[in-house]
Structure formats: structure tokens, C-alpha cells
Nanobody
């Protein structure tokens, strides 16, 4: 199983970036893919999530309306379009996968502090830096 995140970089406040998560080694349609981020000195937090089989999505309150998650099931890839970036979006961003049947409904999932522990597979992080 492999997840490879890419697309991070340095951008000014108000700018945009698009992250990609290329996956392989599992049945994509059976899995839910999530983006997490971790800023220095902070815990890893869920940013956005998509269920591959039906496209159901959810966003953390801090990014709703600015970020868009999409799944390309033909390419087993999930992208995260990030617009109107703010300095507080600065973090290492990770994509992760979990079997969809193992997860609770997304609005409850985002309320749990154990959300990262529910994901089986992780890619290496890609760094996003938003300058003020």
C-alpha cells in the first residue's frame, strides 16, 4: 500500500495550492481518503475527507468554504484544492486511507480526538507554508 502526497509549497496569504494524493495497493472504492495537517507544536488534525465510493465529503470548520476535496477514481487519486490560504494553514499535510466501513459518520469523526488513529495507511507529508 502506498500513498504519496505532493503539491505543497510556499504561497502568500490569499493564494492557492493544490495537493494531490496518489494511492496504490488497495481497492480504492472501498476506502475513505482524508487529509490531515500538523503544525509545529500542535496535534495532527483532520482537514477534509472523501468517501471514494460515493463522493461524500466533509471539511473541518477552519477550512470549509476555502478548500475542496475531489476524488478521481479512475486514477486512484484524491486532490485538495486550497484557496484563500491563511498563515494559520501553514503545516505539514498528510493524506491517509481507511476502509470506509470502519469509520463513523464524518461529522462525528471530526469531533473525535482519536481521528488519526482510525486511519490505516499514511503517506509522507508535504509542507505548506503561507506567508503573511
Amino acid at each position: 500500500v502506498q500513498l504519496q502526497a505532493s503539491g505543497g509549497g510556499l504561497v502568500q496569504t490569499g493564494g492557492s495550492l493544490r495537493l494531490s494524493c496518489a494511492t496504490s495497493g488497495f481497492t480504492f472504492d472501498d476506502y475513505t481518503i482524508a487529509w490531515f495537517r500538523q503544525a509545529p507544536g500542535k496535534e495532527r488534525e483532520g482537514v477534509s475527507i472523501i468517501k471514494s465510493s460515493d463522493g461524500t465529503t466533509y471539511y473541518a470548520n477552519s477550512v470549509r468554504g476555502r478548500f475542496t476535496i475531489l476524488s478521481d477514481n479512475a486514477k486512484n487519486t484524491v486532490t485538495l484544492q486550497m484557496n484563500s490560504l491563511k498563515p494559520e494553514d501553514t503545516a505539514d499535510y498528510y493524506c491517509a486511507a481507511a476502509e470506509s466501513r470502519s469509520l463513523p459518520v464524518f461529522r462525528l469523526l471530526f469531533k473525535t480526538t482519536t481521528m488519526p488513529h482510525l486511519f490505516d495507511y499514511w503517506g509522507k507529508g508535504t509542507q505548506v507554508t503561507v506567508s503573511s
